[in-house]
């Protein structure tokens, strides 16, 4: 499974962004997918998930009500929705695919990462 995140970019606070991730190799639906971000000196975290179906989510607590996960099974493409970006978002974002559900995904991680794309929140 290879995995290609981009939409990264400089966006004011209070501003938007649309991070996409493509997705070759093996059976796009038969996985799990999800964000994660890796800010500057700090540890990779969970940001989002989204069932193989699309029919269930999963958020951390610190984007929850401003980003939105969701998926085109038909476009072997996820896809992160960024508003109200504040500061503290900027980071790498990585996406990633794993054969579990939501859940154990951002409490363990995942089978196949893609290479990040970085986003940039200036004050």
């Known amino acids: 499974v290879q995995l290609q995140a981009s939409g990264g970019g400089l966006v004011q606070a209070g501003g938007s962004l649309r991070l996409s991730c493509a997705v070759s190799?093996?059976?796009?639906?038969?996985?799990?997918m999800g964000w994660f971000r890796q800010a500057p000196g700090k540890e990779r975290d969970f940001v989002a998930a989204?069932?193989?179906?699309?029919?269930?989510?999963y958020y951390a607590d610190s984007v929850k009500g401003r980003f939105t996960i969701f998926r085109d099974n038909a476009k072997n493409t996820v896809y992160l929705d960024m508003n109200s970006l504040k500061p503290e978002d900027t980071a790498v974002y990585f996406c990633?695919?794993?054969?579990?559900?939501?859940?154990?995904?951002?409490?363990?991680?995942?089978?196949?990462w893609g290479k990040g794309t970085l986003v940039t929140v200036s004050s």
């Open positions: 190799g093996r059976t796009f639906s038969s996985y799990s």
């Open positions: 989204v069932s193989w179906g699309g029919g269930s989510t």
């Open positions: 990633a695919a794993d054969h579990r559900g939501t859940v154990p995904m951002a409490k363990y991680g995942a089978d196949y």
